[in-house]
């Protein structure tokens, strides 16, 4: 990884160092399908169209809340246990940081892992949306 990436979360970049280093491509769908095994299904009632992230190929819906300590806690699910695992990288990566520290982290850091090459492009569009819909939601916290 660049140095210039050393600003993001220590989970975040765990798990980014983790898909950089898997090669070949099978082998980074395969880590993301274990990440994807890591987040809980959101129970019915969660998957309401409020908190349905647009712009995706497969349905996808990404929940947040501020604990008492002022950190957001992000919960998820979706469709496609390799979307899910796009997901589980915002949930495990980003989950338990303040508002401001997700807001710091740049929209485009899928490329570290080289599976924006990998990807259709429809899901790096569904990232892309994923992350935005997350900031959205976040920018709504204090702090």
């Known amino acids: 990884m660049p140095e210039s990436v050393t600003h993001l979360p220590a989970t975040l970049l765990a798990i980014l160092e983790r898909l950089q280093r898997a090669q070949p491509a099978k082998m980074k769908y395969e880590l993301l399908i274990r990440y994807a095994q890591k987040v809980p299904p959101l129970p019915a009632g969660e998957k309401i169209s409020a908190q349905q992230v647009k712009g995706c190929v497969s349905q996808v819906w990404l929940v947040t809340h501020l604990d008492a300590d002022g950190r957001v806690q992000i919960d998820g699910d979706a469709d496609s246990q ?60 204090p702090g």
Not at 116 to 134: A, E, K, Q
């Open 82 to 141: 390799l979307v899910k695992g796009l997901l589980a990288i915002l949930v495990l990566g980003l989950g338990g940081l303040t508002p401001a520290e997700i807001l710091a982290v740049p929209p485009d850091f899928i490329k570290l892992t080289g599976l924006d090459v990998s990807l259709t492009p429809s899901r790096n569009n569904g990232f892309i949306n994923m992350v935005n819909f997350l900031k959205k939601q976040v920018m709504a916290y």
